[in-house]
């Protein structure tokens, strides 16, 4: 079965770190590019960040607000992309994402997210 | 960033409505534009991608359409499962890719 499935969610306080694993099963990881998006609680979706293929160099990119704090990378052998999260802030609380990008930057497959939630 | 505005934020409508949710950009965006729908307590799931393009398994009912900076998408009979909330997404100003604020869809 083609699939997402994220994990390492849960309850951080202020300032402290969380690295997300999303692993992929049913295709083949290293060929596509993977996105994270999240959505706090009540409210829309929000793109976070992008790791490219190896293909196409690996590299990535970050929304503004998560720029600096949070890196993204991947682990093709395993199929598991991670989302390292550091200096984390109450608005950072939100269900995270892993999202498997078509190639043009729209969302073909997600994982069902993992709750982070950053309170003292 | 390029900002996107649906409307309207909450529709009611009646199983076998014809319904339409718009889907405009700050800027033109050629037909980089894809929506999602999303059920409560699940992930959003690709409808249509590139303005008009039905992706794999979604029921024909649901059409999407328009180009530069008006979008429309269509449910053209209104069935029971549809009743959730549908976000566009523009594609065009990568990597600053950016979601509308969502259009919840009732039951009236």
Known sequence: ?120 | DIQMTQSPSSLSASVGDRVTITCRASQSISSYLNWYQQKPGKAPKLLIYAASSLQSGVPSRFSGSGSGTDFTLTISSLQPEDFATYYCQQSYSTPRITFGQGTRLEIK
């Open chain 1, 1 to 120: 079965e083609v699939q997402l499935v994220e994990s390492g969610g849960g309850l951080v306080q202020p300032g402290r770190s969380l690295r997300l694993s999303c692993t992929a099963s049913g295709f083949t990881f290293g060929d596509y590019a993977m996105s994270w998006v999240r959505q706090a609680p009540g409210k829309g979706l929000e793109w976070v960040g992008f790791i490219r293929s190896k293909a196409y160099g690996g590299t990535t990119e970050y929304a503004a607000s998560v720029k600096g704090r949070f890196t993204i990378s991947r682990d093709d052998s395993k199929s598991i992309a991670y989302l390292q999260m550091n200096s984390l802030k109450t608005e950072d609380t939100a269900v995270y994402y892993c999202t498997r990008e078509s190639g043009n930057w729209y969302f073909d497959l997600w994982g069902r997210g993992t709750l982070v939630t950053v309170s003292s």
